[in-house]
């Protein structure tokens, strides 16, 4: 019998004690309780509120984006950021096919059909080499455009994804992207606070989007928000989350088709009072990093997956990489430390092998495919060390 | 020069006293504070909680529906419910013209094409016997199946709206729609609490929606919900509304393009605390009714609209309709009135005008044209009297 699942148990169990432990909890002990009692005197807890304004503020700092637009959700804000980046129903959209169903959704939500791509070992996320391969086999510019050869459909942006918080080379992805004309939307849903030589994710791109679902490091109950330094395009989201409402005293009139996207004012005073202990949050993942650095350093069969070279990362959920040669006892490694009360979860099943994508234009997926059989991702709250 | 805008003033301020009177905020002075607290301190405040669990079933106990799916919006359970009356990319929907954008929005975000009704006089909302008139003109049955003879396209859903919180004739409305074997949709956005005939509105149709955004009877901050009495279709509700997630203890599978849809806890909580209120609110709400009657029950070219025949309404919104010939003085009353601190609204601009929907079919709209020119919403929030 391989030991490896009892062994990573007990590595865990010396850092965490008994369980249960839960993969992920908020930690809602600062001034969550003031904003909320505060932001319902003020019977401001609906679209428009000082605390929907103040968290989009917050973000601007937080990030060094010129603009935030806070959204309902991560989902909503990928959808409206891939709109603005010009995706039109037929197109093709790059994604990594490791990642999140939601990156997909949106895509499905434009009329546009996910093209994937594989990922990066180093770094979980997009492999730009892997990329510039792919699109130089498939695709052809006409009329400065990217179109994929074989579907005849134009690529029309690339969607970068920021896996467990650790950044990815979202430079070498620009790069290629400029290559091709490929506007870049950064899904930085996971990734709030992580840095890639110093400037932070959700950035780089063009439109760059934040989540503030109830399992990430900072919470809004739901929502999340579209970054960018475009001025005309931070005015075109707000529109486009605000149902295209034109201003006007009395009349309703709207002149596009639009959304209900906006965060409400009563989520957003969530997200202060959170937004105030994300630089603790990240030191109490950090240190637990090295923790468990100390605890599985020494486990032969198992790496503790290290923020990429020249990145500082959130650490939002601490990942373990099985060798390649244990990958079949990936489910029994689940199974024992979710049996032992150490919350656990594998990668998302890879996009491509889900039934509304399987239709879906997809490169090699090598690395992605060695990433699933092999992650694990185990309790990574801050606070628990 | 026409007096009429000076005297609905002074009798609003009979009413109201000095503005600014705003047209309508919540009242958030019961439990609010207290289940926010509780929810904070469970940590359960996104996706799953039992503040979510409990609200939806205060939904079904209120509602007499069988089932209640919460939801991040009133647009998004709209979506949702016309995707599961089997509304398709290409179909068109019957919706009425005089209703919020949202009603037409959902529309469209299923590929389909609204297709706008008239009003009725009576109710503010679908006129019965003029879609019953207009489908005979423009439809044919094919296999079954509604097909609008002019475009080619299956009609595949109407939508009534209760307008201001009034039922519409949604028996009527049913009675044609069954005609033509087309679902019913209730948008019951702004009825909460509204009954016909003793039956809450959103419970006649095969699938009704309601909305708790702020400037509703009852807020969740933003908020929604699916009602509906069939187990199969509530049960997809949940599932398409979470992401179409496969549940698995601990694998990522999704078996459809799902959405983000899940009305977080914390929100919920809000909710809960507010409906305890509800009957309060609308008592409140019918009080102010009899005393605007009584205010301007003498003012010549305005009437205060009563609730239809048959029905008990939550008189979310006050509307006054100016006589017809006094239609060109709406806009005169409109800016006195806000210049005065009354906050008022006309109804909203007829959706088949909007540059969206410029090129959508259309039967003719006599009353509700009338109607757009003619309504006045006026102060009428819950407290008042």
Same mark, same amino acid.
């Given at each position: 019998?391989?030991? =490896?699942? !009892?062994?990573?148990? @007990?590595?865990? *169990?010396?850092?965490?004690?008994? $369980?249960?432990?839960? #993969? &992920?909890?908020?930690?809602?002990?600062?001034?969550?309780?003031?904003?909320?009692?505060?932001?319902?005197?003020?019977?401001?807890?609906?679209?428009?509120?000082?605390?929907?304004?103040?968290?989009?503020?917050? =973000?601007? !700092?937080?990030?060094? @984006?010129?603009? *935030?637009?806070?959204?309902?959700? $991560?989902?909503?804000? #990928? &959808?409206?950021?891939?709109?603005?980046?010009?995706?039109?129903?037929?197109?093709?959209?790059?994604?990594?096919?490791?990642?999140?169903?939601?990156?997909?959704?949106?895509?499905?939500?434009?009329?546009?059909?996910?093209?994937?791509?594989?990922?990066?070992?180093?770094?979980?996320?997009?492999?730009?080499?892997?990329?510039?391969?792919?699109?130089?086999?498939?695709?052809?510019?006409?009329?400065?455009?990217?179109?994929?050869?074989?579907?005849?459909?134009?690529?029309?942006?690339?969607?970068?994804?920021?896996?467990?918080?650790?950044?990815?080379?979202?430079?070498?992805?620009?790069?290629?992207?400029?290559?091709?004309?490929?506007?870049?939307?950064?899904?930085?849903?996971?990734?709030?606070?992580?840095?890639?030589?110093?400037?932070?994710?959700?950035?780089?791109?063009?439109?760059?989007?934040?989540?503030?679902?109830?399992?990430?490091?900072?919470?809004?109950?739901?929502?999340?928000?579209?970054?960018?330094?475009?001025?005309?395009?931070?005015?075109?989201?707000?529109?486009?989350?605000?149902?295209?409402?034109?201003?006007?005293?009395?009349?309703?009139?709207?002149?596009?088709?639009?959304?209900?996207?906006?965060?409400?004012?009563?989520?957003?005073?969530?997200?202060?009072?959170?937004?105030?202990?994300?630089?603790?949050?990240?030191?109490?993942?950090?240190?637990?990093?090295?923790?468990?650095?100390?605890?599985?350093?020494?486990?032969?069969?198992?790496?503790?997956?290290?923020?990429?070279?020249?990145?500082?990362?959130?650490?939002?959920?601490?990942?373990?990489?099985?060798?390649?040669?244990?990958?079949?006892?990936?489910?029994?490694?689940?199974?024992?430390?979710?049996?032992?009360?150490?919350?656990?979860?594998?990668?998302?099943?890879?996009?491509?092998?889900?039934?509304?994508?399987?239709?879906?234009?997809?490169?090699?997926?090598?690395?992605?495919?060695?990433?699933?059989?092999?992650?694990?991702?185990?309790?990574?709250?801050?606070?628990?060390?």
């Amino acid at each position: 019998m391989n030991a =490896l699942p !009892a062994t990573i148990v @007990a590595a865990l *169990a010396s850092v965490l004690g008994d $369980g249960p432990v839960p #993969l &992920h909890e908020p930690r809602l002990d600062g001034n969550e309780s003031r904003y909320l009692s505060d932001c319902l005197a003020s019977t401001y807890v609906s679209s428009v509120g000082a605390y929907a304004d103040r968290f989009e503020a917050d =973000l601007t !700092a937080l990030t060094g @984006a010129k603009h *935030a637009v806070a959204t309902v959700n $991560g989902t909503s804000a #990928l &959808h409206i950021a891939l709109l603005l980046a010009g995706v039109q129903p037929g197109d093709e959209v790059l994604i990594p096919a490791l990642s999140f169903v939601a990156t997909a959704n949106a895509v499905r939500y434009c009329g546009a059909t996910p093209h994937f791509l594989d990922s990066q070992k180093s770094t979980l996320g997009l492999d730009p080499a892997a990329m510039r391969s792919w699109l130089s086999e498939i695709s052809t510019m006409k009329s400065g455009e990217c179109v994929n050869q074989t579907t005849g459909r134009r690529i029309t942006a690339v969607v970068p994804m920021h896996a467990f918080g650790h950044p990815c080379d979202v430079v070498g992805v620009m790069e290629v992207a400029a290559d091709y004309g490929l506007p870049v939307v950064e899904d930085a849903a996971e990734s709030l606070g992580s840095l890639m030589n110093g400037q932070h994710t959700g950035t780089f791109g063009l439109l760059g989007t934040l989540s503030f679902n109830g399992n990430k490091i900072v919470t809004t109950g739901g929502g999340g928000a579209i970054l960018t330094n475009d001025a005309h395009l931070a005015q075109r989201a707000k529109h486009l989350t605000t149902t295209a409402k034109v201003p006007h005293k009395w009349e309703y009139t709207h002149d596009e088709v639009g959304y209900n996207y906006r965060m409400p004012n009563i989520n957003a005073a969530l997200g202060c009072a959170q937004l105030e202990q994300l630089d603790s949050f990240i030191a109490s993942k950090r240190r637990l990093y090295d923790i468990y650095l100390e605890a599985l350093g020494q486990v032969d069969g198992v790496t503790l997956f290290q923020e990429p070279r020249g990145s500082r990362g959130n650490y939002w959920l601490q990942t373990l990489i099985l060798d390649t040669d244990q990958a079949d006892q990936r489910d029994e490694v689940l199974k024992t430390l979710n049996d032992n009360g150490f919350m656990a979860r594998p990668a998302w099943t890879l996009l491509p092998s889900l039934k509304p994508f399987l239709d879906c234009p997809s490169a090699p997926l090598a690395e992605a495919k060695l990433l699933e059989q092999t992650i694990i991702n185990v309790p990574s709250s801050a606070g628990l060390a």
